[in-house]
């Protein structure tokens, strides 16, 4: 099991940036396929992007062209830049494997508003 760490979260204005960070622990990390997912008020949570172990990224329709998810298999970091940020992006946000293997981190709050 990997332990996950989020953080980077804050208020931003509408068309603004964010940039996560998830800090995972375990020396397996790297075969990992990792994603980001996010949980708005009331919505269930929904994987936003993920990465495989080579690199191969996918993303959700609502965040393409806006968001970009990267990796450091060295560092066993997974990076999130949000650019171009709406309200409907507020939510918290959740690093895990992808399927989900590991137990959820507490998130970091995104919230776009002006």
């Known amino acids: 099991q990997v332990q996950l760490v989020e953080s980077g979260g804050g208020l931003v204005q509408p068309g603004g940036s964010l940039r996560l960070s998830c800090a995972a622990s375990?020396?397996?990390?790297?075969?990992?396929?990792m994603g980001w997912y996010r949980q708005a008020p009331g919505k269930q949570r929904e994987l936003v992007a993920h990465?495989?172990?080579?690199?191969?990224?996918i993303y959700a329709d609502s965040v393409k062209g806006r968001f970009t998810i990267s990796r450091d298999n060295v560092k066993n970091t997974v990076t999130l830049q949000m650019n171009s940020l709406k309200p409907e992006d507020t939510a918290v946000y959740y690093c895990?494997?992808?399927?989900?293997?590991?137990?959820w981190g507490q998130g970091t709050q995104v919230t776009v508003s002006s």
């Open positions: 990465i495989t172990r080579g690199g191969n990224t």
């Open positions: 375990g020396s397996i990390f790297s075969i990992y396929t």
């Open positions: 895990n494997t992808s399927p989900v293997t590991s137990s």
